[in-house]
Every structure is written in structure tokens, then in C-alpha cells.
T-cell receptor, first 114, second 114 residues
Framework: DSGVTQTPKHLITATGQRVTLRCSPR?????VYWYQQSLDQGLQFLIQ???????AKGNILERFSAQQFPDLHSELNLSSLELGDSALYFC?????????????FGSGTRLTVV | AQSVTQPDIHITVSEGASLELRCNYS??????LFWYVQSPGQGLQLLLK??????LVQGIKGFEAEFKRSQSSFNLRKPSVHWSDAAEYFC????????????FGSGTRLQVQP
């Protein structure tokens, strides 16, 4: 157990729908990162939050949004889902807002869009 | 922009043989470098990291990596591979300034033959 909790582990939904993925960072970590892992794109950075504020944005689609709450858990919202959004979505956390020490990853949410 | 190249998509070695996984990075200054391992259905686990100082870095599970600035490389090695090492390995680069999220390579899948 890495200490980073992601729910749900699996999600199957239809095209056009909206889903919310949840992440609780490791205790004491202030920063949360979201990554998408797909066979053709590899691990793509989506977005980072630090202590409730957006810190960095990567290749995140406009249909996707995220937030970090006061208790530091984070949610990734995916809307108007397309077949191509099927992927593993990872959350990672770190103690600070920089990459010096590496991240701790959760076990991921596997999203299947049918 | 920072980037990482893992030239080998798939490597097969025999149990007990030595292993070297290649990683080349592109970054304008001294980077922070990481190796992660991902077992099937699992999240990514940090094996080792390089910040500065000694260019030979020891990690968990008997892995080590050597930073070679002249070659922009950070290759992962293990003297004797165990069947449990079969997994996907990712090299990642981080930056002190600028974009704060780690950039990952496309991964190398390691298969271990008995």
C-alpha cells in the first residue's frame, strides 16, 4: 500500500457520459498530480495541484477538469467521454510542489468507455 | 522542454542474467532522474533517484543506475535478474525550474525467462 488511495479501481461507462475519479494523497503530502496512461500515448501528465491551488497543467483536454479540496483530496472530472478516453488514470502525490523527491503513485483507476 | 527516451520497448533476459535498461534524457541543466517499476495491474513504484553527487545510485530490489552527463543517459542495471523482476520500467526526468511535473519515458517491458 503506497498510501495514495484512488477510487474507484474500475469504471465502465458509455460515450457522452461524465465520471469523477477520486484521489486521497499520502498523509503529509500537499501536492497531487494526475496522469493518464494509454497504450499509444504512454504516461501523460494532466494536471498538478498544490495545497488546493492549480500549479501546473499538461496535456489536459478541455473536457477534463480537476480540483483539490481543503482536506487535500483531489477529484478528476471527465465529461463528454469518448472511446479514446479509455485509459488508466493515475494519481500521485508528493510532499512539496516540485519534483525533487519523486512521487508516490496510487494503483490507478481503469476507465473503459463503451 | 524536458524529454526522456527509452529505446527498448521490450527486453527478454534469462533468470540470473544481468540486466541493463537504457534511458536517455534531454534537459538544459542538471536534471533530477528517476526509475519507476510498474507490475501488472499496479501503480508505479519508485526504484531510485538521482539529484546530484555520486553518479552511481543504489535503489531498492538490488537495482542501481549510473548518471552519465556526457551521454545524457541514466541506465538502470541489475547484476542478477529474478523472475519477480518481470514488469514495466519507466525512466523519468524532473526539473528544478520551470515545469514541475515529471516527464516519463514510454517504458521498457521486461520479460524474464526461467
Amino acid at each position: 500500500d503506497s498510501g495514495v488511495t484512488q477510487t474507484p479501481k474500475h469504471l465502465i461507462t458509455a460515450t457522452g457520459q461524465r465520471v469523477t475519479l477520486r484521489c486521497s494523497p499520502r498523509s503529509g503530502d500537499l501536492s497531487v498530480y494526475w496522469y493518464q496512461q494509454s497504450l499509444d500515448q504512454g504516461l501523460q501528465f494532466l494536471i498538478q495541484y498544490y495545497n488546493g491551488e492549480e500549479r501546473a497543467k499538461g496535456n489536459i483536454l478541455e473536457r477534463f477538469s480537476a480540483q483539490q479540496f481543503p482536506d487535500l483530496h483531489s477529484e478528476l472530472n471527465l465529461s463528454s467521454l469518448e472511446l479514446g478516453d479509455s485509459a488508466l488514470y493515475f494519481c500521485a502525490s508528493s510532499v512539496d510542489g516540485v519534483s525533487n523527491y519523486g512521487y508516490t503513485f496510487g494503483s490507478g483507476t481503469r476507465l473503459t468507455v463503451v | 522542454a524536458q524529454s526522456v527516451t527509452q529505446p527498448d520497448i521490450h527486453i527478454t533476459v534469462s533468470e540470473g542474467a544481468s540486466l541493463e535498461l537504457r534511458c536517455n534524457y534531454s534537459y538544459g541543466a542538471t536534471p533530477y532522474l528517476f526509475w519507476y517499476v510498474q507490475s501488472p495491474g499496479q501503480g508505479l513504484q519508485l526504484l531510485l533517484k538521482y539529484f546530484s553527487g555520486d553518479t552511481l545510485v543504489q535503489g531498492i530490489k538490488g537495482f542501481e543506475a549510473e548518471f552519465k552527463r556526457s551521454q545524457s543517459s541514466f541506465n538502470l542495471r541489475k547484476p542478477s535478474v529474478h523472475w519477480s523482476d518481470a514488469a514495466e520500467y519507466f525512466c523519468a526526468v524532473g526539473a528544478v525550474t520551470g515545469r514541475r511535473a515529471l516527464t516519463f519515458g514510454s517504458g521498457t517491458r521486461l520479460q524474464v525467462q526461467p
